[in-house]
Each structure stands twice: as C-alpha cells, then as structure tokens.
C-alpha cells in the first residue's frame, strides 16, 4: 500500500435511473467529505437520512440515508461512506463532482475490493468468490460463489496450513535436538499423521476442480451426426423455438450454431454442428472440421442417428466417451434400422424431434448425467486454474516430503516450506501483481 492514501468514491449501485443509488466512499479523507456535504457524520454502523448540501452549502441536492463505517471495521478496512440518494442522473452528477471538488478521485474497477485484500479484511479466494458472485447467473454459480466468498476455501487452507506448521515444528525440533537413536522413527511417528492429513485434503479437493471450473464457466454440449439425422431439429426442440435452420437438404448447417440454456442450475452452451460427410466442398468440409474440433473439446457429445439410414450403420463406439449421448432419431418412422447393442454405460435413447416425442426425456438424461459429473454438494471447491496449480503444488511438495522424512529431513522440512509458500500464493500474500490486476481488473466501478 502507498504511503498516502487515495480517498475514492464510485456509484456502486447500477447506472442510469433508478429509485435508488449508492455512491459509496473510501479513505482517509471519506468523512471529511460527508461532514462538509452532509453537516455531520451519522452515529457509526447506523442509517440516518441527512440533507445532502453542495456548492459551500449554499444548494440543497437531496435527502439522502447516510451510513458511516469507520475503519477498521469496515469493508475496504479504511473509512468508509455510503451515500443512498436518489438515483436521478443529475444528483449523481452533481453528488459525485462535489467528491471530485474535495480532493477525492474516481475509483478504478475493483478498487474498493482491492483495498479490502491488501487491508487484509479478506484474501484473494474470498475476493475471487465476490466477483464470481456478482457475475452468478445461475443457482449453483451463486451457490459455489457465497461458499467461496465466506471463506470456504480459506478454513481449509488455514487447517492445511496449520497441519504443516506443526509437521515442520516436528522436524526442526528433531534436527535442533537430534537424539542419534530415535530420530527417524520419532519423525515419522510425530510429523507424518500432520503431512498425511494435508495429503488426504488436498487429494479430496483436487477431485471438485473440474466442477468446480465447469459451474463457474459453463459445459460444453455439442450436437453431432451426419447431415439430416436432425440435429437442428433437437436443438429447435429442446429450446422450444427456433434457433437452426431445419432443411431436408444435406449441408445446411455449415457453422456452428450455438444457444446458452440452463440445465441442472449450470450454464451450458449447447452447439449445432456441420453434418459429417465426405465432401468436396470447400465450406462443408470446414464447417465438418469445425464441427470435430469442437466435439473433442466438448464436456458431452449428443452423437444423433437417423434410425431411417442405413449408413449410419457405422462403428461410432470408438469416439464415444462415458458420459456421451447416444440419440436415436426419427423414431416416428416405420422406417427402422437395427440398432446395435453397445456397452452397458452409453446413454441410449429413441426419440423424434420433429414431433416433440421424448425430447423432455432426453433433457432429463442430460441433467442426470451433468448433476452426477458436476455434483458440486456443500463442500467448498477449487473453481480456477489457479487453485488447482497452487493445491498440486501443495499435495506434490508434501508427497515429496513425506517420501524422504527419514532419509533426510532437512530436505521434507524444504519441502514443507514449498508446500506452505504454495498455500501461500493461494491466499494472495504473494506480490503477483500481474495477478491481482487480472482478477481485481474484473470487478465493475464501485466494487
Ligand atoms: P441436420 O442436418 O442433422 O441438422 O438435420 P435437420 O434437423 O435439418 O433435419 C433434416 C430433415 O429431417 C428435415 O427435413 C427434418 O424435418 C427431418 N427430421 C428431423 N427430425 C425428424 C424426426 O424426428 N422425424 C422425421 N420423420 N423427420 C425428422
């Protein structure tokens, strides 16, 4: 932190008109400002409505709810001001050019949630958790966020961290005091249910990291097959609307055709594919690329087989996984193909998306399959790359120091200290600027 400090204020609530809007200020000078505008401070941590006064005074701009928290005892851990006026364009105008006059200036993006980590009223997880809560749009997007926001993450790394000390206490008593006799045995027997107990931790945790990221960014769904097995079809029927063109000419679909949707209170963006065919045709066979890129990339592929087409008659066994669908279509038809018997885990079913037959079916085994695959539960998750590195780093040193405790315990205490600074980078006590700036950068004005 700088030694002076910057006052800053910002509209924290939304922008334009509104009933209500919170310009909010923080800083040595957050006080000073509402006294002079306002007449006096209201009591602390208590709502008055005061008179809002500009230009020396002399002009009454609006009745406002004054709330004052001083520091330490406040969110950014300085003083802090939250003005509620009312949300006209001009009072906020005119509110916020009178805190320019004294001296104040505009906070930047994430400012004041900034000044509460570097204060340390809250670590960067804590952080992390805020932001991904004001952009939660879904419920187990809000649910992973308030877990993470209070501190979810943070109890479990402080037991980690703790576990480790008390391990490295172990190790550096024994070598301070060695007892020639007993050492190795006195090490393993007082440092190892310590260092066992953060391997078990991090083990489980590391496990949630794919859901976790998936809840936070979305799935994947990808619609695949040959070209009129009726994929746009599907995709029409799940949303209930037209989003792709239905054509009974083959290659129509020669982008990708994506819609978000919400199943299982995740984000999911399902696409449409390109037919795959063998084609000559330039465009085609680059939509079919596209199309076999994404399906690779994809978190679940919906393989579509047109019941009525014998060609379809083809080992696709091979590129189906786990959790992938299998959809028989256009069972509608007399037409019937044979459908070969696949391994018991594929997810199979017959439906017809041109009359709507088994398409709420179909919805349902793909929330099954995403709320098995991405079952969050009540525990706290890693939801970033940068969890995930940090916790390997943490579970791969305390491996490696509990794999030489006996032979070398100078080096298990080294690898104890690398496992600590790792939870360390964790919290965000480490100055990684490029870090920060990434992660507060993200925030909106006012947070
Ligand atoms: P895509 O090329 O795989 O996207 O296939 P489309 O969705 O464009 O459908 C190709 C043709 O098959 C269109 O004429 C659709 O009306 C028809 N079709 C799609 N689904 C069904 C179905 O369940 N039953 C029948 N009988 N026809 C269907």
Known sequence: MPDTVDTIYALSSGAGKAGIAV????????????QVSCGRLPGARRAERLSVKISQGTVKLDEAIVLWFPGPNSF????????????????????????YGFGLRQAEAGEFTRRAFENGKIDLTEAEGLADLIDAETESQHKQAVRQMDGGLRVIYEGWKQHLLNALAQIEGEIDFPDEEDVPDNLSNKALPYLNLVLEGTEQILKTAEAGEAIRHGLDIVIIGRPNSGKSTILNAILKRDAAIVSSIAGTTRDIISVNIVLSGIPVRLSDTAGIRNTSNEIEVEGIDRALKLSKEADIVIHVIDITDNKTIENIDKRISKDDIIVYNKNDTSKSMDIPKRNEHSNEIRIS????HDIDRLKEMLEKIISHKYNIGNEPTLTRVRHKNCVSDVFLSTTRAINCLNKSPELAGDDIRSALYALEELAGASDIESVFDLIFSRFCIGK
Request: glycine letters at 10%; proline letters at 2%.
């Open 353 to 356: 998306a041109l009359k709507d």
């Open 76 to 99: 950014t851990g300085e003083d802090v001001v939250e003005l509620h006026v009312h949300g006209s364009v001009a009072v906020i105008e005119k509110l916020t050019t009178a805190l």
């Open 23 to 34: 310009v909010r200020v923080s800083g040595p000078l957050a006080g000073v400002a509402v």
